[in-house]
T-cell receptor, first 115, second 114 residues
Framework: KAGVTQTPRYLIKTRGQQVTLSCSPI?????VSWYQQTPGQGLQFLFE???????NKGNFPGRFSGRQFSNSRSEMNVSTLELGDSALYLC??????????????FGPGTRLTVL | AQSVTQLGSHVSVSEGALVLLRCNYS??????LFWYVQYPNQGLQLLLK??????LVKGINGFEAEFKKSETSFHLTKPSAHMSDAAEYFC????????????FGTGTRLLVSP
């Protein structure tokens, strides 16, 4: 089975721009979660989608948003980029609630640099 | 609410030596616990997980971890370190029902010297 894929792998944007990141989950996985990883804050949860609905949300401003499509693929969007948004954005997929352990499998990440 | 504490931001071992990475958790509900490894410029790879079955969990690459409820610990061990084990290791916890986020520790960087 193919793993979680994320595109693009690297992005460079300037302050004030917006960006869209894409995530394709493992086949059969219906839940997609997003995490931000920075040296200062570590790994922080952004949000989780299941059946095209946001089910859980972390403590991030409204500039961070996401969506999930009927094929379980997900996108996250960051508007009005700030320097502090520079980070590795990780997507993880899982089968969904009700599965024992409901293990999350991660993609390689998208490295976003904001200049 | 759940949280994880990883003791030691850096751990150095010699090749062939025992690897011990410490993780203590706090959880208001029975937890699921995970160890992930991250190599430079890569995502997180699952090493092993505890989901309330056997308390001693075996994972990939010779790693194992033991769930100790009385000590609220889930330490990661490997009998003999290899150079390829050099990476950052993250312990994570989540609740066992519904939509629960993974809560990560701050990570431990493992350095392996020849």
């Amino acid at each position: 089975k193919a793993g979680v894929t994320q595109t693009p792998r690297y992005l460079i944007k300037t302050r004030g721009q917006q960006v869209t990141l894409s995530c394709s989950p493992i086949s059969g996985h219906r839940s997609v979660s997003w995490y931000q990883q920075t040296p200062g804050q570590g790994l922080q949860f952004l949000f989780e989608y299941f059946s095209e609905t946001q089910r859980n949300k972390g403590n991030f401003p409204g500039r961070f948003s996401g969506r999930q499509f009927s094929n379980s693929r997900s996108e996250m969007n960051v508007s009005t980029l700030e320097l502090g948004d520079s980070a590795l954005y990780l997507c993880a997929s899982s089968l969904g609630p009700g599965q024992v352990g409901d293990t999350q499998y991660f993609g390689p990440g998208t490295r976003l640099t904001v200049l | 609410a759940q949280s994880v504490t990883q003791l030691g931001s850096h751990v150095s071992v010699s090749e062939g030596a025992l690897v011990l990475l410490r993780c203590n958790y706090s959880s208001s509900v029975p937890p699921y616990l995970f160890w992930y490894v991250q190599y430079p410029n890569q995502g997180l790879q699952l090493l092993l997980k505890y989901t309330s079955a056997a308390t001693l969990v075996k994972g990939i690459n010779g790693f194992e971890a033991e769930f100790k409820k009385s000590e609220t610990s889930f330490h990661l061990t490997k009998p003999s370190a290899h150079m390829s084990d050099a990476a950052e290791y993250f312990c994570a916890v989540r609740g066992n029902t519904g939509f629960q986020k993974l809560v990560f520790g701050t990570g431990t960087r493992l350095l392996v010297s020849p």
